[in-house]
């Protein structure tokens, strides 16, 4: 009776307790002052050997075969704290199909981020032990997380992006220039004085371009090089309106290229690819960036040619003409010089710059500023 009653809920030493415990009145009234006869004493050794060994090799309860983990501060089983983790891990795997024969398993439900099962903490649990087809109503999204089914899905984003707020707690891929603009808090970041990037500023941008579209489909050279883009002896420093600016550090006579956009010039085919890279940065380098990027058009009679360009050097710091340009195109130094890239991809003097004066382009000679919406972004602010 009294091993029915520890059933397989004790362990070993428990074990050895009762059995010196189950000595009989009988035996006790044949011993003098607890003095067993040499017989009883010998039948009792053995039991309790018999038991300890039996205890310790398949007859004890199933805390002696799971990881520690899985056992409370007495080493007995803890079934609430395994987790779905426990079944996937190395000698772990056991565990779990021996702690399914530990009493009434707890019902599991699916945890949405890892697709895993997860212990929901109720002990009388909902499971009937059938296996439900697509159509019971218990195998559903509803039976898992109540309420409408059209809430489903709102559901699953919030628990797999869990933070309240912008697009960026669902999915950045929806995110829109003007997001990025306010989660980088980009206005306060631009009122001030920005840094003029050093040359391992560069690197990192054009580093996190390739890593971000792959070597591949990377318009600019790879392994990423310091080269400029620049043709001619520039410098870059502030301008009194504008914040940075390029200057002409040395005369340009009338049809020099000045600069090309073959060097390091950035292009993504896709908004996603471009959102991935903004997102690389993680710090307001994405600033200058929203207000440096702009679509073209490779080819003018192809309007699946349009792209994404950030132009990763100083090329970037030339400001927009406010009346006349001094920087643009120059057919006749194209049919000239034979430029390969013609006036899509080099910008030439449009007349002789004088050293120390202050390059600017019209940004609308190049830019498709109507364009982002097909990449699913609205234009950047002014």
């Not at 212990?119 to 509803?142: F, R």
């Not at 020099?256 to 956009?261: F, G, L």
């Not at 390969?340 to 449009?350: D, L, Q, S, V, Y």
Request: with cysteine; proline share 3%.
């Amino acid at each position: 009776a009294e091993w029915s009653r520890l059933g397989g809920d004790s362990s070993s030493s428990e074990i050895k307790n009762t059995a010196l415990a189950m000595i009989s009145a009988r035996s006790r009234s044949q011993c003098h002052g607890w003095s067993l006869h040499l017989p009883n004493l010998t039948i009792l050794l053995t039991v309790t050997a018999f038991l300890a060994l039996m205890g310790t090799h398949g007859m004890s309860d199933a805390a002696h075969t799971l990881p520690k983990k899985l056992q409370d501060e007495d080493g007995n089983t803890n079934v609430h704290n395994m987790n779905s983790q426990d079944c996937k891990v190395g000698d772990e795997a056991d565990a779990c199909e021996d702690i399914k024969a530990v009493g009434d398993s707890p019902s599991l439900e699916p945890d949405i981020a890892t697709g895993s099962e997860v212990n929901d903490g109720d002990e009388d649990g909902d499971d009937d032990g059938y296996e439900h087809d697509d159509d019971d109503e218990y195998d559903n999204d509803e039976y898992y997380y109540g309420g409408d089914k059209n809430d489903v899905d709102a559901i699953k984003a919030q628990l797999l992006y869990p933070n309240d707020g912008d697009c960026f707690d669902y999915d950045h891929e929806l995110c829109l220039t003007s997001d990025f603009f306010d989660a980088y808090d980009c206005d306060t970041v631009l009122s001030q004085p920005r840094p003029i990037h050093n040359e391992s500023t560069w690197m990192l941008l054009r580093g996190a371009y390739i890593a971000s579209v792959g070597a591949e489909n990377a318009s600019i050279q790879y392994p990423a090089s310091t080269k400029s883009g620049y043709q001619v002896a520039v410098i870059v420093q502030e301008t009194k309106m504008a914040g940075r600016g390029v200057y002409a550090a040395e005369d340009i006579a009338k049809g020099t290229r000045i600069w090309t956009s073959r060097v390091q010039s950035a292009h993504f085919k896709t908004g996603q690819s471009y959102r991935h890279f903004l997102n690389s940065m993680g710090n307001d380098l994405v600033c200058d960036l929203l207000i440096w990027c702009y679509p073209i058009f490779l080819d003018d009679n192809d309007e699946s040619s349009v792209r994404i360009a950030c132009d990763l050097d100083e090329g970037s710091f030339v400001n927009n003409a406010d009346g006349t340009n001094n920087f643009g195109c120059d057919t006749e130094a194209v049919k000239e010089f034979e430029h390969e890239g013609g006036c899509k991809e080099n910008f030439f003097a449009m007349r002789d710059i004088m050293e120390g004066e202050e390059l600017r382009a019209s940004y609308d000679e190049f830019a498709a500023g109507d364009q982002w919406s097909r990449f699913g972004l609205d234009t950047p602010e002014e």
